[in-house]
């Protein structure tokens, strides 16, 4: 997975500079997400656009017409072409999310990554949001995930560093430190 996210993050740092307005690079991550729905919906797609028995001006023919069908941008259309001749078409969904968020860092804002155990009310949300601005200094864009596993409390992910509140992160921490000899 993490080379996976070295490979997205060095194709979405090349099309958000190619696209340099973050306009621009908001559009193309929405219609990068779709065409990656749609791939994801179609293994077809997904064979035609990765088999090696087609050759890649074929691939980049189906990539124009599914996208043109699609009503996606000239721009959109160049970044699949781009990903589909480099063999990439997969990452298309990784691309699409770490451009979103080299689009949010040029904003100053962090996105977050909320994983909860129930559904937070939007009073709950604001908290989290308002207490996670101060921590970091800028403003937040959060992503809420339910994750039924998870016993109690939130964990967040931000700015690279996770802030594990849960009652299983505090256990698992308990349990280091006995193991350790700090208690």
């Known amino acids: 997975m993490a080379k996976l996210d ?3 993050l060095r194709y979405a740092k090349a099309v958000f500079d190619f696209l340099g307005d973050p306009k621009k690079v908001d559009g193309v991550t929405q219609e990068l997400k779709v065409f990656s729905s749609a ?3 179609n293994p077809e797609l997904m064979g035609a656009l990765t088999n090696e028995a087609f050759s890649t001006e074929k691939r980049a023919l189906v990539v124009k ?3 043109q069908q699609m009503g996606l941008s000239q721009d959109a259309i160049k970044v699949l ?3 589909t001749e480099n063999r990439r078409v997969r990452s298309t969904e990784a691309v699409a999310e770490r451009l979103h968020n080299l689009n949010l860092e040029a904003a100053e804002i962090a996105p977050l990554f909320v994983e909860a155990p129930v559904e937070l009310s939007a009073a709950e949300k604001k908290q989290v949001e308002e207490k996670f601005s ?9 992503h809420y995930v339910l994750e039924p596993t998870l016993l109690g409390g939130l964990r967040v ?3 690279g560093r996770t802030y594990d509140g849960t009652l299983s992160g505090w256990l698992e921490n308990m349990e280091e430190k006995l193991i350790g000899g700090r208690i």
């Open 39 to 41: 791939l994801d919906a």
């Open 65 to 67: 017409d599914v996208a």
């Open 134 to 142: 101060k921590i970091l200094g800028k403003k937040v864009e959060a």
């Open 157 to 159: 992910t931000a700015a």
């Open 81 to 83: 072409n781009v990903l």
């Open 6 to 8: 070295r490979v997205a």
